[in-house]
């Protein structure tokens, strides 16, 4: 069975300090990786996804997420941290092939401080 | 590009009672999910449709729970009867992904927020 797991419920940091967000997954085969972020108030939106290729890859509002194969993690990080940020962060994954579901983790809640 | 539309917002039942959510998704979208939301976690999928097909409805609580595609385009989610634990807010997802477009992210909508007292 496939699994998407969130360590962390919340995290909390400094506006301009480095964030981090935590994922790991527990799928057959070579999976496509995606972070969802949900603003309060406001729908899903898409951040960024891994597919093939660079294991660091770049997506919106500065954020980014290293693909490590060997740990089965995929951790969303963000050099400097805004208030603007706050909001709750979802890890998602399909495996391989194609035509599987689209799973979500439990999510977590970032919280920046000024 | 128009984004994926849910109607109603909110929905505010009483136990036993029936409820449909409608879903239009963005134009030329393949595939289709709804997914549940109970508050404090991460969505859960309740069925995936590829054009008008269902791809995957194993985690849909059949008993009750009921989904439609019509034509490929829009798509119905109903509960019939409802009960205290579907409170929830009820995402419908929609993605190009399907047939040889295959990486490709979901779009959500606003969601419906549904309420069973």
């Known amino acids: 069975a496939q699994s998407v797991a969130q360590p962390e419920d919340q995290v909390n940091v400094a506006e301009g300090n480095p964030l981090t967000v935590k994922c790991t997954y527990s799928?057959?085969?070579?999976?496509?990786l995606f972070w969802y972020v949900q603003y309060p108030n406001r729908g899903l939106q898409f951040l960024l996804k891994y597919i093939t290729g660079d294991n660091l890859v770049k997506g919106s509002y500065g954020f980014e997420a290293e693909f490590n194969k060997s740990q089965t993690s995929f951790h969303l990080k963000k050099p400097s941290a805004l208030v603007s940020d706050t909001a709750l962060y979802y890890c998602?994954?399909?495996?391989?092939?194609?035509?599987?579901?689209?799973?979500f983790g439990g999510g977590t809640r970032v919280l920046v401080k000024p | 590009e128009a984004g994926v539309a849910q109607s109603p917002r909110y929905k505010i039942i009483e136990k036993r009672q029936s409820v449909a959510f409608w879903c239009n998704p963005i134009s030329g979208h393949a595939t289709l999910y709804w997914y549940q939301q109970i508050l404090g976690q991460g969505p859960k999928l309740l069925i995936q449709?590829?054009?008008?097909?269902?791809?995957?409805d194993s985690q849909l609580p059949k008993d009750r729970f009921s989904a439609e595609r019509l034509k490929g385009v829009d798509s119905t989610l109903k509960i019939q009867p409802a009960k205290l634990e579907d409170s929830a807010v009820y995402l419908c997802?929609?993605?190009?992904?399907?047939?040889?477009?295959?990486?490709?992210?979901?779009?959500f909508g606003q969601g419906t927020r549904l309420t069973v007292v």
């Open positions: 449709f590829q054009n008008n097909g269902v791809v995957d």
């Open positions: 997802a929609s993605s190009p992904r399907g047939g040889r477009v295959l990486n490709t992210e979901a779009f």
């Open positions: 998602a994954v399909i495996p391989r092939p194609a035509g599987n579901k689209l799973t």
């Open positions: 799928v057959s085969g070579n999976p496509y």
